[in-house]
DNA sequence: CGTCTATTTGAATGTACTCAAAAGCGGTGG
DNA sequence: CCACCGCTTTTGAGTACATTCAAATAGACG
C-alpha cells in the first residue's frame, strides 16, 4: 500500500511511550498537542471543576483513540487530563504531524473521516442516551457496551462517567 | 477545482428538497437513508421513547448537516424524527451516493472528515457539560452558543434538548 | 373569536446530592 | 505474614434538585 519512504516518513512523525499506572499523558489547562492511539493498557479522559469534582468524558482501551478534540482542533488548553489507568503504551501523534500526514498521504483523509464519523455516531447516542435514560438504564448499558473498561475501571469512575455521584451508583446498584 | 463532469455528477447525487413546517423528513423506526444539508430554514431531531417523552438530539440551522449518525452509518432504522421548524429547504444525499461520492471524488474525504472531527468535538463538549453543569448553567450556555437557534424553537423544545420537563425550565428561568 | 399548544404556577412525590461515618480492599513496609 | 494506610464502596439521615399532575394563563394561528 506505502511505499517505504512513506513508512518511514510514518515511522517518524508517529511516536511511541508508555506510560506508569496513574501518571498524566496530558494535563488540563496546558496547550493539548496530541492525538494519542491506544496500544494496550487504558487511559481516561476527565475534567476537574472548581469545586473539585471530576467529571469523565471517556475511557480508551486497546486500539482505541483518544483526545480533547475541540481543542486538540483548535489548539487550545485541555479541558481534561488524560490518565493512564494502568501501564500503558500509546503511540502519539502531534497536531503538526496529523496536519502534515494529511497533507502528504491524502489516503489518511478516509481512515481519519471514518474513524470521526463513528466516533460521532458514538457521542450522538451517548447524547440520547443522557437526556431520555435513568442512571439505572445507562449504567446497565454501559456494562453491556463496555465490558472490557467496566474490568479495568472503579465504580467512582464510572459514576463520574455517568454523571452521578459513587454514592447514588452505589445506591442504585443495591437494586 | 472540479470538472465539468464532475460537477454534473455532483448534480445528479444531490437532491434539493423543501419541507413546509411541521413536516417530518424522516421518521423514526424507518430506514436512516439520508444526510442532510440545510440551505435554508431549520430543523430538529428528536426521538420519542415509550412513554411517549421527546428528547432532542440536535437542531440544524443554515448550512448545517444533520442525520441520525449511528443509523445513517450502519444503515439502520433511524433512532430520531427529523422535523422542520419552519418552512426549510434541504439538500439531500444518499447513503449510496455518499459512499460513492467518497470513492469517485476523494477530495469529499477531506470535506467529511473535517466535518465530522468537528461534530465529535462539539458532542464531546456536550457531554462534559451535561455531566458537570447544572440545569441553569448549561440553559444560560445554550443561549449563548445557539443564538440562531433560540430565535427559532420553542422552551419545551430547549428542556428536551437539556434533558429537563418544560415545567422546570420554566421555574429554573424565573431566577 | 375560538381552538390549540406553550408556558407558568403550585403542591406532592421521587430522584439525586451532601455530609458523615463505617466497612471493605489492596498495597506497602516492617 | 501481618498491621497499617489510603482509597473505594456502602449506608443512612437530611436537603436540594427535578418530575408529575393539575389547573390557570398566555400566545399563536386560522
Redesign the pocket.
Known sequence: MLHSSDRKYLASIFSVHTFAKKTLLQHQGQLCKKLFFVEEGSLRAFSVNE?G?EATIMFAVDDWWITDMYCFSKQLPAMVSLEALEDTKVVALNFEAFENLLARLPKFERFFRILFQNAYAREQLRALDSISL???ERYRRFLIKYPQIVEKV????I?SYL????????????K
Do not use: H, I
Open positions: 469545586e469534582k435513568s442512571t439505572e472503579t465504580q467512582k469512575q459514576a454523571g452521578v455521584t459513587p454514592e447514588f451508583l452505589s445506591s442504585v446498584k443495591k
